[in-house]
């Protein structure tokens, strides 16, 4: 036989098969591949990505290994509706049974301030969804299977509190304490894209014969020794001898550093330490100002997610 017979021979033995597969496929001879779990991992985190590895499971209920290289496995991953990122792998073998494919999604961590922003508008909860999908044009249809995680934090809790707690200035002659903290406070205020304010209610007392001055409150919000936030209340308060005063203040955590926040989080097998920390600056009866750190007020949480805890 020629060689232009030789591959007529071949081309049209290629495309009876590929009439005989799609044939068999339309009248059920050959029965479609399906998902039957997945499992994620994180793999890795630098500045701008999450590395995301996944084994599928996909099974062939023929007794006869299948090539399927017009067919794609694709891996998604969902953040309170907010797509982190996506992954995909074309063509591939199936033998019979199940078989593993292994494939990489990336996060974006750019989209860390916007699912940061959702989660905290939606009470501190997220609802995560990893859905790996096949898809063949051959076989006509695709399969997925999804699984979901629910992860809440409790942020604020820890900030309520009445219990007493006395000042110190820590200074010579200057009799301690020069205010007692009587309660403090804290809810989340109305979350942006840019910033996530929580605002801050002090009650204090005064214990001493002489008025306080205070000119005003510095914060700073750490998170993994990462500063998310820093700044100074709006105005100034005096506590009267023996009287009490309520201090009222906004703290802002800058949403465009979360996802340098993000990648301490993952590092640390995802538990952040957050930290608020307070300064007041007093007017002593003298006229001296000083710098008072309000340690009593130190703010200190602990964060922890599983964000793939339904996968792996």
Request: charged share 20%.
């Amino acid at each position: 036989m020629s060689l232009r017979g030789l591959l007529r021979t071949l081309v049209i033995a290629v495309v009876v098969l590929g009439l005989i597969v799609g044939g068999a496929v339309v009248f059920g001879v050959i029965e479609r591949p399906s998902i039957v779990d997945s499992e994620s991992r994180f793999a890795g985190v630098n500045a701008s990505t999450t590395v995301v590895d996944t084994d599928v499971v996909v099974t062939n209920p023929n007794p006869i290994g299948v090539r399927l290289s017009n067919t794609t496995v694709g891996h998604t991953i969902t953040m309170n509706d907010i797509e982190m990122g996506t992954g995909k792998k074309n063509g591939f073998e199936l033998s019979d049974g199940n078989t593993t494919i292994g494939l990489t999604t990336a996060i974006d961590n750019q989209r860390i301030p916007a699912w940061w922003a959702s989660h905290v508008a939606n009470g501190e909860r997220s609802q995560v969804v990893a859905t790996a999908r096949v898809r063949s044009s051959l076989l006509g249809r695709t399969a997925s299977v999804s699984e979901t995680e629910t992860i809440e934090t409790h942020i604020t809790d820890g900030f309520n509190s009445t219990e007493s707690r006395p000042v110190n200035a820590n200074l010579p002659l200057v009799d301690d304490p020069v205010l007692v903290v009587d309660r403090t406070s804290a809810t989340w205020g109305e979350v942006t894209d840019e910033a996530t304010p929580l605002a801050t209610e002090i009650v204090v007392s005064n214990p001493t014969s002489i008025p306080y001055a205070i000119s005003r409150i510095d914060y700073e919000v750490t998170m993994n020794d990462v500063t998310v936030g820093n700044g100074t209340t709006a105005r100034g308060y005096t506590v009267p001898a023996g009287g009490q005063e309520t201090i009222r203040g906004d703290v802002a955590i800058d949403n465009s550093k979360l996802d340098e926040w993000w990648v301490s989080h993952i590092e640390r097998e995802q538990q952040t330490e957050l930290q608020v920390d307070f300064t007041a600056v007093v007017e002593l009866p003298d006229g001296e100002t000083v710098r008072v750190p309000l340690d009593e007020l130190g703010y200190t949480t602990q964060v922890e997610t599983d964000v793939l805890a339904a996968d792996g």
